[in-house]
């Protein structure tokens, strides 16, 4: 069985500042896809960055980019120059290559402060 | 793109009477429709995977009579909550499913509160 294990309930920054959010995974298979989900007050879930198993370099979109160590089955959010709207739950996920269901991490509430 | 729709956003109910909720994808055909669970301030639980045409798979501790799940169409997906109590007050999610990149794109969920 897959887990994704996120060690940070809680994480608050100062807005334009730097932030990193935790996210570790146990799989026995070799394909498989990471995201990070946001799901700001309004509670819909929204897709931050995705990344393929299979690829070495790491995904980025924008000012959201992931740290992906395979080896070590770790893969990290960071988000550059917060802003105020990036106040959310992060939820990290992972499904296997073929199979669509999520395995979600128990999520961190990110806060950006003013 | 990649739009999906559920209604109603919120619904409140007697005890003992059943709720309907729909999920549809709006500009796209969804090879699997998701339906989760979340509690306040808990992470999303996956309650049943379907596919169009054919019977849901429910997650284990699930219960297949009390959640009735419906795909008619490969856009269209309905959870009936039957005879809800208030333990059954929650937050419900759809999501549906594309193939490609295993994506799953999420509904904007339905509050049901059940007094």
């Known amino acids: 069985a897959q887990t994704v294990t996120q060690s940070q309930p809680e994480m608050s920054v100062q807005e334009a500042e730097t932030v990193t959010l935790s996210c570790t995974y146990d799989?026995?298979?070799?394909?498989?896809?990471l995201f990070w989900y946001k799901q700001p007050p309004s509670r819909q879930m929204i897709l931050v960055i995705r990344?393929?198993?299979?690829?070495?370099q790491n995904a980025t979109e924008n000012r959201f980019s992931v740290n992906f160590q395979k080896a070590a089955k770790s893969f990290s959010l960071k988000i550059s120059d917060s802003q105020l709207g990036d106040t959310a739950m992060y939820f990290c996920?992972?499904?296997?290559?073929?199979?669509?269901?999520?395995?979600f991490g128990t999520g961190t509430r990110l806060t950006i402060i003013p | 793109g990649a739009v999906v729709s559920q209604h109603p956003s919120r619904v409140i109910c007697k005890s003992g009477t059943s709720v309907k909720i729909e999920c549809r994808s709006l500009?796209?055909?969804?090879?699997?429709m998701f339906w989760y669970r979340q509690f306040p301030k808990k992470s999303l639980m996956l309650m049943a995977t379907?596919?169009?045409?054919?019977?849901?798979?429910?997650e284990q501790g699930v219960e297949k009579d009390k959640f009735l799940i419906n795909h008619a169409s490969l856009t269209l997906s309905t959870l009936t909550v039957t005879s809800a109590h208030p333990e059954d007050s929650s937050f419900y999610i759809c999501?549906?499913?594309?193939?490609?990149?295993?994506?799953?794109?999420f509904g904007p969920g339905t509050r049901l509160t059940v007094l």
């Open positions: 999501s549906a499913g594309v193939n490609t990149y295993n994506e799953q794109f």
């Open positions: 799989t026995s298979e070799n394909n498989y896809y």
């Open positions: 990344q393929e198993a299979y690829k070495q």
């Open positions: 996920a992972f499904t296997i290559f073929g199979n669509e269901k999520l395995t």
């Open positions: 500009d796209f055909q969804a090879t699997t």
């Open positions: 379907s596919n169009e045409g054919s019977k849901a798979t429910y």
